[in-house]
Structure formats: structure tokens, C-alpha cells
């Protein structure tokens, strides 16, 4: 099993410029995250689908879109980037609805530059 | 939301033990206490998650008094490799509901 993958692992951008993140998990999770991670902070969640066909607004969703495509795709989309968009963005998939914050899986980052 | 408070920083030599206390005064009555270590260039990883009294695993014991106002996470022998940032989450139910603070930066010194 592969976990979780995002593509790519780098990108460059210019201000204005968009593109889509991309994360697959083959762990059959329902629910599926999208955090970004600035220098020296916490992971904030921009995104969540806490299962396929639904997705909701994080703590710091401006400037993002989300698709969830199916259960194992979970896409993440900056129309205009701006530099303040510059971090890491980690996805991670998880299996929730027992009454226990199950364990979160994570991506390996994608790490993007806003210039 | 249950908000959590943990050092922002510690050191320890190798072999020693290392505890990192989580403070969670408002936490309720169904939320549970997890903990995940990140390094460097990785995502985080879940270690340890609990209710209430002890949860011990391969890597990890967790402790957590009655009152469930404050969780201990404690490392046996740390080595060079446990130098890492560790969060402290509170919550229930999912990931919606919680967040992943500044964690702890833990520092091994050989």
C-alpha cells in the first residue's frame, strides 16, 4: 500500500498563476484533509470532505477550492496564487464516525513558492 | 474546541526519558487526547491517542490524570532519531474539530 501520495512534490509559481494540488490514498478512508504548514507553525486545515461527495471549509479556506473526485481523490486548487500562499501543503485521509478521532494518515508535503 | 498548551521547546540528552505535558482545561467529555511526532520534511505521524488512565505502545506511554486536564506523553530512551516537533491534539469524532498547534520541538543531544 502506498498511503498516501501527493503530487507534486515541488512547485514554483508566479502571482496570478494557478494550479491543483493532487492527493490519492489507498487506504479506503472516507474522510480526506487538506493542511497547509508555514516556517515554524502548526498545520492549519484549509479543506476537509469527511466523505465522498461532501466537502466544508476549514480554519483558513480563502483562496482554495476543493474536489473530492471519489473516495480516493481529494484535490486541491489555488485559481490565483499569491505569495502568501507560499508553504507546505499536506493532505491526509482518516476513518472517522466511531466515536474516536481516528488516526490521520499523512502525505509527504508539497512544498510551493509564490514568487 | 478544546484548546491545548504544551512547551514550545525542549531539550534532552540520549537515553533519558522525556515527558511532554499537554495542558486541556476545557476539554470534554468525549474528546480524546492524540498525540503525533513530525520531522522534518514529513508530514505528522500519530503515536499514541487515549481516554483516560494509561495507554502505553511500542513507541509511547500516555498518562493522563482523572480529571483529564493535562496529558503526559512520555518517551523511554530517547536516541538522536525522537529529535522531532510533537502536537498534542484534543477532540472527537474527527479532524474537523481540532487542531495542530506549534507542538513541542524536542531536541536530543548526544
Known amino acids: 500500500n502506498a498511503g498516501v501520495t501527493q503530487t507534486p512534490k515541488f512547485q514554483v509559481l508566479k502571482t496570478g498563476q494557478s494550479m491543483t494540488l493532487q492527493c490519492a490514498q489507498d487506504?479506503?478512508?472516507?474522510?480526506m484533509y487538506w493542511y497547509r504548514q508555514d516556517p515554524g507553525m502548526g498545520l492549519r486545515l484549509i479543506y476537509y470532505?469527511?466523505?465522498?461527495?461532501?466537502?466544508d471549509k476549514g480554519e483558513v479556506p480563502n483562496g482554495y477550492n476543493v474536489s473530492r473526485l471519489n473516495k480516493r481523490e481529494f484535490s486541491l486548487r489555488l485559481e490565483s496564487a499569491a505569495p502568501s500562499q507560499t508553504s507546505v501543503y499536506f493532505c491526509?485521509?482518516?476513518?472517522?464516525?466511531?466515536?474516536?478521532?481516528?488516526?490521520?494518515?499523512f502525505g509527504p508535503g508539497t512544498r510551493l513558492t509564490v514568487l | 474546541l478544546a484548546k491545548t498548551t504544551q512547551p514550545i521547546s525542549m531539550d534532552s540528552y540520549e537515553g533519558q526519558e522525556v515527558n511532554i505535558t499537554c495542558s486541556h482545561n476545557?476539554?470534554?467529555?468525549?474528546?480524546?487526547i492524540t498525540w503525533y511526532q513530525q520531522f522534518p520534511s514529513q508530514g505528522p505521524r500519530f503515536i499514541i491517542q487515549?481516554?483516560?488512565t494509561k495507554v502505553t505502545n511500542e513507541v509511547a506511554s500516555l498518562f493522563i490524570p482523572a480529571d483529564r486536564k493535562s496529558s503526559t506523553l512520555s518517551l523511554p530512551r530517547v536516541s538522536l532519531s525522537d529529535t522531532a516537533v510533537y502536537y498534542c491534539?484534543?477532540?472527537?469524532?474527527?479532524?474537523?474539530?481540532?487542531?495542530f498547534g506549534i507542538g513541542t520541538k524536542l531536541q536530543v543531544i548526544p
Open positions: 491534539l484534543v477532540g472527537d469524532g474527527g479532524y474537523q474539530k481540532v487542531t
Open positions: 491526509a485521509s482518516s476513518e472517522v464516525g466511531q466515536g474516536v478521532v481516528g488516526e490521520q494518515f
Open positions: 487515549g481516554y483516560k
Open positions: 487506504m479506503n478512508h472516507n474522510s
Open positions: 476545557n476539554i470534554a467529555t468525549n474528546d480524546y
Open positions: 470532505s469527511a466523505s465522498e461527495g461532501t466537502t
